[in-house]
Structure formats: C-alpha cells, structure tokens
C-alpha cells in the first residue's frame, strides 16, 4: 500500500515539474536564453585555457542577461530580477558572477561549471544533449547536420561519425510527449469555449476572444529541437 501511495506521490510531483517546464519553455525570453545556453555551452567547449574564449563565455551570458530584458551586466552593479523569472534567470546571474571571481583556468573547473550548467537547463528546461560516439552509425533525422565529410576506401566506415563538430540539443522526449498532451487539451478547451460563446458576444467581441487566445498559444508553443548537432561522416569511396 505504501509503495503505491509513493508511486503516485512521484507521479504527481513530476506532472508538477513538467508543468513548471512547460511554463519555462514559454516564457518570453526562453526561446533565445535556450539559444544562447547552446552557445555558451560551445564556447565552454571550446576554451582550452584560451583566454579569449573564456572572454566569449562571459559575453554569452551577459548577452542573455541583457536580451531578456534582466539587465546589462556589470561587475559589483546590482541586479534586480522579480519574483516571477528568478528560476530562470537567478542561476544564470550567479553563473555570470562566478566567472568574474576566476582568477585561473583549469580543465576541472571549466568542466565542474559546463556540469552545473547543463543540470540547469535539464532542471529548468528538460533540455537534453545529443552527442552521439565516434564511430557510431549515422541516422538520417532533423536532430544531425552533416557538416563535413570525408571519403574513404574502407566500405565498413560508410556513414559512421568520423567526428562531433558541435553538440547539439533537445527538449527531452518525455516532457515533450507531456507538452504535447497539455497543449492539444488547451486547443480543445478554447474551441469548446469559442463555440459556447460565439451566439452569445457580438462579432467584435468574439473576434477579440479568439485572437487573444490564438495569441496565447502561440506564446505556448515552443519546438522539440533546440539546435541540431553538427557532426563529420565518412563516405565510402570505391577505388
């Protein structure tokens, strides 16, 4: 009895973490914060103790800060951010902070923020990354871009990653399959609403109505792909 009350528990408390997700991924600035994450994940990537990448990741999340309306970022200038967007946008103002107090930079602790990072966008977003192994088959979907190829007289390579340019990301499949669900539900409700009421308003009113739930939904619509992953594939060549 108790291990169904604990099932049902968890179930309800991840129906309530979709929901919030789902709220997140509809915010107005999610769109572009996701995009710049993706980014800033790639400048992260790519740093290698070079300091001008580093200078890159730091631009990253100022811009996010300051495309979402929370601020342009300065060293010790406080930043307010009200009460609704702080899961959001708080952990990417301390993340910004953070890299203000890095006086050196070093494999373990570049690789400790990308972590921390991307248990952010998992938690907040349900994002999630693609980066498939080297040597494994290529498959034919909207989640890879062939980047580059390279020929080879070796017919077993043939469509196998040679190599990962760039990772790529993704709304989770589970969130996304709850999204989806949510959705269709809101569309059937307010074409239950249109229907109830349009003998009821004048035109006027009625076309008001509709268009702000149009409106609505379409804030609510965000897509599964973020951004594909770039990869290289072998291309067997006969000689």
Known sequence: MRLKTKKKKEKREDKEIFQQQIENNSHESAKNLKQGLVLLVKSLDDIENSDNNFKNAKAELSEILYRSDIGDYEKDKEIRIDEKDKEIFQPILDFRKELDSWDTLTESKIADFKNRLLKYTKDVFGMEILKPKEGEKY?????????????????????????????????????????????????????????????????????????????????????????????????????
Do not use: C
């Open 139 to 239: 498959k034919i979907n909207n989640e890879t871009q062939v980047s580059k190829v390279e020929e080879t007289k070796n017919e077993l390579l043939n469509g196998r990653i040679k190599k990962m340019l760039s990772p790529g990301f993704k709304i989770n499949e589970k969130l996304y399959n709850e999204y989806k669900n949510w959705f269709a539900e809101k569309e059937q409700e307010m074409s239950k609403k249109w229907r109830s009421i349009k003998d009821t308003v004048s035109k006027e009113e009625f076309d008001k109505i509709t268009e702000e739930d149009k409106a609505w939904l379409k804030n609510h619509s965000f897509t599964k792909l973020i951004m594909p992953m770039r990869i290289e594939i072998y291309k067997y060549k006969a000689e």
